[in-house]
């Protein structure tokens, strides 16, 4: 691991991704964030050394470079997932390259179902916690010690003083921002009625496929992490409609420019 990270790092050092101060991961159908950036280098996920290749059709597959509200960002614009047959050491290397070159924050957005009934579609949703529903840990390999703290504390996942700034921001742009847990699941099939029940049960809020194992490994980095979930569906036991992906994609859509301005701004008061 501590081999691959050097040979990816230098080679994206070389390419020009040079002192990023903050590493932003877009979730499905939540790109548009990209078109503001003053874009300097990018590189196809497919031609950076020891990385995954994105495989879901709606995640474009770049890592981007550029300033953002005169930050210097780096955007992985499409992330990868278990579901595509990766391990979690797989998933989240992306975050340990950041790391590696630099970056002080990390801001992580998804597309998510709301179990929380009171929650709405297109609405948002800030993760305060979360439930690991993965069957197993991005830290559970040999040599993991080397990277970090092997038994990482998670007691606070998601930075306390980036969720208020975030929490701020959308009150002062009347954007109603949620707070709640987000369970990750496997994937790629959806919930049973059933499962929605259970996931209520447990206190999960939302659910998705993502961003959990992003978030513990920033947790080992010491990186503060905060997380923002588009609600795309309502995940009603009791009246539980057939999988629409071309809607979710919509409505992730629709509701993206909200999610651009919490993050934005967050970037700008950084």
Known sequence: MIKYIQETTQ????????????????????????????????????????????????????????????????????????????????????VRIMKALGIKQLLVSNAAGAVNLDFKKGDLMLVDDHINLQGGSPLAFKGVEK????????????????????????????????????????????????????????????????????VIVANHLGLPVVAVSVLTDECDPDNLQPINVPEIIEVAGKAEPKMITLFTELIKSL
């Open 11 to 94: 080679y994206l050092k070389e390419k020009g991704f040079e002192a990023p101060e903050i590493g932003i991961i877009l979730g499905t159908g939540l790109g548009q964030l990209v078109n503001k950036i003053t874009i300097e280098k990018e590189v196809s996920y497919n031609h950076i050394p020891n990385f995954p290749t994105a495989t879901v059709e709606f995640h474009t597959g770049k890592l981007i470079h550029g300033s953002l509200e005169g930050k210097k960002v780096i955007i992985m614009s499409g992330r990868f997932h278990v579901y595509e047959g990766y391990s979690l050491q797989d998933v989240t290397f992306p």
């Open 147 to 214: 990277l970090g703290e092997r038994f990482t504390d998670m007691s606070t996942p998601y930075d306390a003083s980036l969720n208020k700034k975030l929490k701020d921001i959308a009150l002062a742009n009347k954007i109603t921002l949620h707070k709640g847990v987000y369970a990750s699941v496997v994937g790629p099939q959806l919930e049973t009625r059933a499962e929605y029940r259970m996931l209520k049960i447990m206190g999960a809020d939302a659910v998705g496929m993502s961003t959990v194992p992003e």
